[in-house]
């Protein structure tokens, strides 16, 4: 069965730092998402891309935060320079057609010190 | 905005009773509603969702817009039913993003 994965599963960064999380998501999916939860909390949305853009992204998703799909099938979060209240479990999700499911990643660890 | 509520962070209940598990939410459309599972190590994925009415491993969830609620439930708690649990609302136009509520940690005991 098709899935999404996620690399790294754990990166320990210092604070300062780019950091970019990796996302394979399935192969004819055509929305792509990004959430995150930090430990404790719930599952937040940080944006979504659709048709090689941005269709929507939330307060946390600031200048910081950049999403690219560089070659068809990575899709990639890049956060500029790290903070210590970045660190979260960072999921990432696609869906076939607008109004399927969501298909999650197993998520990438980010650890900001 | 939209905003989904799981009042119970933990549920705990024996093996064979019933399991409720609550969740509110506001969203000032018609909300389309999900529930996500997640077990142990492994990642969300999805369990309901309102508009196909099933039932999945045995669980159900009616979505009510009177009390504007959409609990899952279960006549018979299963110990593989241990897991945590996210009710999620889409709101539509965009990106058709999930707002998750905070999650309720379903433990079976035997």
């Known amino acids: 069965e098709p899935e999404v994965t996620q690399t790294p599963s754990h990166q320990v960064t210092q604070m300062g730092q780019e950091v970019i999380l990796r996302c394979v998501p399935i192969?004819?999916?055509?929305?792509f998402y990004w959430y995150r939860q930090i430990l404790g909390q719930k599952v937040e949305f940080l944006v979504s891309f659709y048709n090689n853009e941005i269709s929507e992204k939330s307060e946390i998703f600031d200048d910081q935060f950049s999403v690219e799909r560089p070659d068809g099938s990575n899709f990639t979060l890049k956060i500029r320079s790290t903070k210590l209240e970045d660190s979260a479990m960072y999921f990432c999700?696609?869906?076939?057609?607008?109004?399927?499911?969501?298909?999650f990643g197993q998520g990438t660890r980010l650890t900001v010190v | 905005a939209q905003r989904v509520t799981q009042p119970e962070k933990l549920l705990s209940v024996f093996k064979g009773a019933p399991v409720e598990l609550k969740c509110n939410y506001s969203?000032?459309?018609?909300?389309?509603l999900f529930w996500y599972v997640q077990y142990s190590r492994q990642r969300l994925q999805l369990l309901l969702r309102h508009i196909s009415r099933e039932s999945i491993k045995g669980f159900t969830a009616d979505l009510n817009k009177g009390e504007t609620s959409f609990h899952l439930k279960k006549p018979f708690a299963q110990e593989e039913d241990s897991a945590m649990y996210y009710c999620?609302?889409?709101?539509?136009?965009?990106?058709?993003?999930?707002?998750f509520g905070t999650g309720t940690q379903l433990k079976v005991e035997l």
């Open positions: 192969s004819n999916h055509l929305y």
């Open positions: 999700a696609s869906k076939g057609q607008q109004n399927t499911e969501a298909f």
């Open positions: 999620a609302l889409v709101s539509p136009g965009g990106g058709n993003k999930l707002t």
């Open positions: 969203y000032s459309g018609s909300p389309e």
